[in-house]
């Protein structure tokens, strides 16, 4: 056993106090998993996400065989093209075409463009507390892409592989209610541990024989048990009875 004696005391007692306080401690993650649930369903604005997703292939200019080199050229292309879909240049024009009430620095906020590995297809995801409205940005920002890249790369190689789709009772991407509730449960523990050994901590009252040896630092020679006050009335009673007897027999 690697553990010294008085290591296994202190756990003895920490299990003890966690054991005293359970019912404490429970009270404070029921209440902090609640007041999570209250909150997530009633307060916080629902944000539902749309994507679309654009498809980068060779230019229609020229001559193309589909051949590896071409490929590897059009994935070079993509990094470049993730830039250029959240830019000033596109989500300006998005704006006037959607007459959004917003800022390009708002928007761009709200847009995330990322591609897979090798991929020559870039998703676009649109975040809005409007579902409607992110479905439609989504859509307005893979056109207006697809338009303006040939005027800013020359190049005429986009293509919308799928547009984003309204979907009736989509469920919004946060606020996630469960994992909210079970952040709370967690802290709820962590926060009713803390307080159940700071009461612990703070109770400097006198229970038990052991604290009497902690605070006088003297061995305990003997301990009178607690009399209940149903044996203390049996006790008086028989000895009133051996008290009669007596005086009888005198």
């Keep these: 056993m690697w553990l010294h004696l008085e290591d296994t005391i202190s756990l003895q ?17 029921l209440f902090a998993v609640g007041a999570a649930a209250i ?21 229609k200019e020229g001559t193309s065989s589909g051949t590896a080199p071409d490929i590897q050229t059009n994935l070079q292309l993509i990094n470049t093209y993730n830039v250029i879909i959240k830019s000033h240049a596109i989500l300006s024009k998005v704006i006037e075409k959607m007459e959004l009430n917003t800022t390009p620095a708002d928007l761009h906020s709200k847009v995330s463009v990322n591609s897979a590995q090798n991929s ?15 479905v439609q940005t989504a ?28 979907t009736e009772n989509q469920s919004p991407i946060k606020p996630n209610p469960i994992l909210n509730m079970a952040i709370a449960a967690v802290m709820g523990v962590m926060i009713g541990t803390g307080i159940a050994f700071l ?31 149903v ?5 008086k009673k028989s000895s009133n009875e051996k008290g009669k007897g007596r005086l009888m027999n005198v």
């Design 13 to 29: 007692e920490l299990f003890k106090t966690i054991r005293k306080r359970l019912l404490l401690i429970i009270c404070i993650v």
């Design 120 to 134: 020559q297809v870039i998703n676009v995801s649109v975040q809005d507390i409007d579902l409607e409205r992110s």
């Design 231 to 235: 044996k203390m009335k049996r006790m």
């Design 199 to 229: 009461l612990e901590y703070l109770d400097t009252t006198i229970k038990t024989e052991q604290d009497i040896e902690e605070i006088l630092e003297l061995p305990i020679l003997g301990f009178v048990s607690p009399i209940s006050a």
């Design 39 to 59: 909150v997530s369903y009633n307060y916080l604005t629902p944000v539902y996400e749309s994507s679309t997703q654009i498809l980068i292939n060779q230019p």
């Design 139 to 166: 859509n307005t920002i893979a056109e207006v892409f697809q338009e303006e890249i040939k005027v800013l790369m020359n190049m005429d190689n986009v293509n919308v592989l799928s547009p984003a789709i309204y």
